[in-house]
């Protein structure tokens, strides 16, 4: 990605739902003289001078047991009790015990198969149970990490191969991969309708003006976004795809897939509810229950050793049970692309860049 994949929140801010915590503190003799504010911004250096201020004026802050002003001067050994109001955020960041599908580990990187269903980050209804405090568990010192080492993100419900920085030299070098568009993300969808040849999306992305909590494709504005995408397979509703990710905007394999009037099957924010299809086929999506989507495969330099690696994540069960309904349907007679999608993942051949000379550009911006 060529920006970090969460918004830079400011922690500092106070939060309608805060958790609260006391503390006890003396005011230390040598900031004899000083204000209140100032002393607890000695005391308490992780908070800011503001949030501290604003504590103070909200009485959560008692000095011998009473409410003054920030300005108050201290004459030291003054018995101060904070009543501490920790964000969600900052109590989000905390070790859970979970089952994490790690296909490789290092002392440097971490590489792992995430299912469907879990979040990567804590956030707003998701404040604990996500891949960041599972990892937090398995790797402690991940605490010392920004984000626990994680440098990009998948969706909920989007299966698949992430990457994470043990160490900050490790999370740099892999950022500046990332920024430099060098590290290879191939994933595998099912899209509405029949894909009629493989190419190029190049369109910018940004928040859907009319909905700032999806994304859109922008005529003006966004950021610049490219998705490469293969035919696999194409049956009589649907088709089986790849999607090679140049840039890595936020839903933007699904953003573009819709601009391409072929949303996953599945997607709940940018699927074709109305789209047609076998009954059979229609349940097996509705019991899908997520967008079509799977990060297939991944490709870096190794930050420590400079030595190129790939990893492979076979298509989780009920993307396989979805294309078994579709291929049942009867697969249009397009050998080549079916030779593609072979069964046995692990015989197919690395989408390189040279692969893509013969791509035509089916949406530009």
Known sequence: ???????????????????????????????????????????????SRSR???????????????VVAPKTKMLGGEKLQVTL????EEMAFQPEAMDIPIVFEDDHIIVINKPAGLVVHPASGNWSGTLLNGLLHHCPSLANVPRAGIVHRLDKDTSGLMVVAKTLPAQTELVRQMQ??????VYRAIADG????????????GRDP????????????????????RVLERFATHSHIECKLETGRTHQIRVHMREANHPLAGDPVYGNLRHKMDEDIAAEVKTLGRQALHAYALALVHPATGETRSWKAPLPDDFRRLLDVLRGDGARADADAFAHASDDEDDDEDWDDDDDSDIEVIYVK
């Open 1 to 47: 990605m060529t920006d970090p994949y969460i918004d830079s929140d400011d922690y500092n801010d106070i939060s309608e739902n805060e958790v609260s915590t006391t503390q006890l503190l003396e005011a230390p003799l040598a900031l004899c003289g000083e204000r209140l504010d100032a002393v607890l911004a000695k005391l308490l250096p992780d908070y």
């Open 52 to 66: 501290l201020t604003q504590w103070i004026k909200d009485g959560l802050v008692l000095v011998d047991g009473k």
């Open 85 to 88: 109001q920790l964000t969600n």
């Open 180 to 185: 430099a568009r060098s590290v290879k993300r």
């Open 194 to 205: 029949v894909v009629p040849f493989d190419g190029t999306i190049d369109a910018n992305i």
């Open 210 to 229: 009319n909905n700032r909590l999806k994304m859109a494709v922008l005529k003006f504005g966004g950021k610049p976004a490219i998705t490469h995408i």
